[in-house]
């Protein structure tokens, strides 16, 4: 004998998977959001840990931190501007060309950008920019700092040659805490 379902169930059926879906999407856009959290959070510690070779008329100027590409971070990032390291104001800039990122101290590369990472990375280096991104293999393709993920932790690399070859020193304490250092 077949028994037929009342007609409340299917639409009951509908409502808890519409409900759980929401629930998964949400906990989706929260892992993001947390990632992306701890990588902002990273960027402003990555400031106060390097230094960048200065003349002594420079030593006062601003930091200028900047996404190059597609922002990942959207507002978590606005809490880092006015803030300070090493004595410098920091401010966020957004360049949409090479030519634009002359000023910047910081470029976070945005994933957006991996088609032109040679470029980016030899302007960077020319400008004595830490460059900084989550691209896969940033570091060893040429990049300062390059995040990683171990399982659900996010780490970073450090290639220090390419921080040396654009006159940064980077904070032995900083080198400590990289999952590996490339020299």
């Known amino acids: 004998m077949i028994k037929h379902l009342p007609l409340w169930q299917p639409a009951s059926l509908f409502l808890l998977v519409s409900a759980l879906a929401v629930v998964f999407q949400t906990?989706?856009?929260?892992?993001?959001?947390?990632?992306?959290e701890l990588k902002a959070a990273f960027l402003y510690n990555f400031t106060r840990f390097v230094s960048w070779q200065r003349s002594?008329?420079?030593a006062e100027t601003d930091l200028n931190l900047c996404v190059f590409g597609d922002d990942p971070?959207?507002?978590?990032?606005?809490?880092?501007?006015g803030r300070s390291a090493q004595g410098r104001t920091i401010h966020l800039k957004?360049?949409?060309q090479l030519i634009d990122m002359t000023d910047c101290s910081v470029v976070f590369v945005s994933q957006s950008e991996a088609r032109r990472l040679p470029q980016l990375i030899t302007a960077a280096g020319e400008s004595d920019q830490l460059t900084v991104s989550d691209i896969p293999d940033f570091a060893r393709q040429g990049g300062v700092i390059g995040y990683?993920?171990?399982?659900?932790?996010?780490?970073?690399?450090i290639n220090?040659?390419?921080?040396?070859?654009?006159?940064?020193?980077?904070?032995?304490?900083?080198?400590?805490?990289?999952?590996?250092?490339?020299?």
Request: a negative charge; zero cysteines.
């Open 27 to 36: 906990h989706a856009q929260a892992s993001v959001r947390s990632e992306y």
């Open 56 to 58: 002594p008329d420079e």
């Open 73 to 81: 971070f959207e507002e978590l990032l606005a809490p880092i501007e």
């Open 94 to 96: 957004y360049p949409s």
């Open 148 to 157: 990683v993920q171990q399982g659900n932790v996010i780490r970073f690399e």
């Open 160 to 183: 220090l040659r390419a921080a040396e070859a654009s006159n940064l020193t980077i904070d032995s304490r900083l080198l400590e805490l990289a999952v590996r250092v490339i020299q």
